[in-house]
């Protein structure tokens, strides 16, 4: 039997439609739209396109939205003056540079200059750092989006083996911590795992987030888990996950496509945490 389709896009749907009523109570309560500022430094083909659509959905749902897009020469004072100016601007209440950044641009210092209670991508040390203690906070998007994803199939998180392939700042180690916190037994993988197909047969839970397209066949898929595909991998002018589709589909239960899985609820987050971010300031 083949998996069941995680439809990302559907999700995504549901979720912005609750959004935009959240927003439409903050706008009478506060006199405002809860607000979020982009900024674009240089010409990155891919980078331009996730901002575009980033300023779309906050259209959808009733966010207003900034965007500034610098060049590629701006200097690190000039970032850093921008983002000191949305650190007060009362109609902001999250800030997200795209990264990456031009050549040249610590991308830790910029990112590190964001106020704490808008870093609506969390990947402050603050935030993090509330993560990682199992606190309050503003979760990195797409693994947030990938927790939603699961719960959406029904399955109790709680117990299962849930193994992250992948240990970045953004993606795989924030996904394991709120593994964690959903009572996962979780296992990270990286590139230095030794025998990976032995660790991923044993997931009930399994996460693609390592950047190579079609990493992860069937044959390393215990039969009925739950298959997260966060990768994007553009090759022929097309988008590939880090998941063998094909083969998956037959080994997996529940399995997210690419594109029209994580993508979208990863978007979703963002205008949630947004959301969030505006209610922390109003203490609402
Ligand atoms: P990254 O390059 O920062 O990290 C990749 C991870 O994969 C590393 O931790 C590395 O140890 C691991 N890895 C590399 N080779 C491996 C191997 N042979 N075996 C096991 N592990 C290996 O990438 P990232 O930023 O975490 O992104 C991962 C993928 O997810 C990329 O394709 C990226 O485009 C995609 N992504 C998608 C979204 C979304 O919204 N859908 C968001 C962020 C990232």
New binding site residues.
């Given amino acids: 039997m083949a998996a069941e389709i995680i439809d990302g896009k559907k999700i995504a749907e549901q979720y912005r439609a609750a959004i935009k009523a959240s927003s439409a109570k903050f706008l009478v309560a506060h006199g405002r739209k809860p607000g979020l500022a982009v900024i674009l430094a240089g010409d990155d083909a891919a980078s331009a396109v996730y901002v575009k659509n980033k300023i779309a959905a906050c259209e959808q749902a009733d966010i207003y939205s900034s965007a500034y897009h610098l060049p590629a020469n701006v200097s690190k004072s000039e970032l850093l003056e921008l983002i000191h100016m949305l650190n007060a601007d009362i109609k902001i209440d999250g800030i997200l540079v795209q990264l990456p950044l031009p050549k040249g641009i610590n991308a830790s210092e910029i990112l590190a200059a964001i106020h704490p209670q808008k870093d609506v991508d969390g990947f402050s040390t603050t935030q993090a750092g509330n993560l990682m203690l199992g606190g309050e906070c503003l979760a990195a ?2 693994p947030a ?1 990938c927790i939603e994803l699961i719960k959406s199939t029904g399955i109790d998180i709680t117990g299962k083996h849930a193994v992250v ?4 700042n ?3 180690k924030p996904l394991a911590l709120l593994l964690l916190q959903h009572h996962a037994t979780v296992t990270v ?5 030794v025998n ?1 197909p032995a660790i991923t047969k044993q997931a009930d839970i399994l996460v693609g ?4 397209k079609e ?1 992860i066949k069937g044959d390393m898929i215990k039969k009925g888990a739950v298959v997260i595909d ?4 553009r090759f022929d002018g097309k988008l590939y996950g ?1 998941v063998e589709f094909e083969s998956a589909v037959k080994k997996a239960f529940y399995i997210t496509p690419v594109p029209g ?3 979208p609820m ?1 978007i979703t987050m963002l205008l949630a945490n947004t959301l969030k971010a505006a209610c922390a300031i109003h203490n609402m």
């Fill in positions: 998007c797409t989006g392939v992948g240990r970045s953004i993606v795989g993988c990286h590139s230095k795992t990976l987030a390592v950047g190579i990493f966060v990768g994007i991998n880090d899985g994580v993508g990863t």
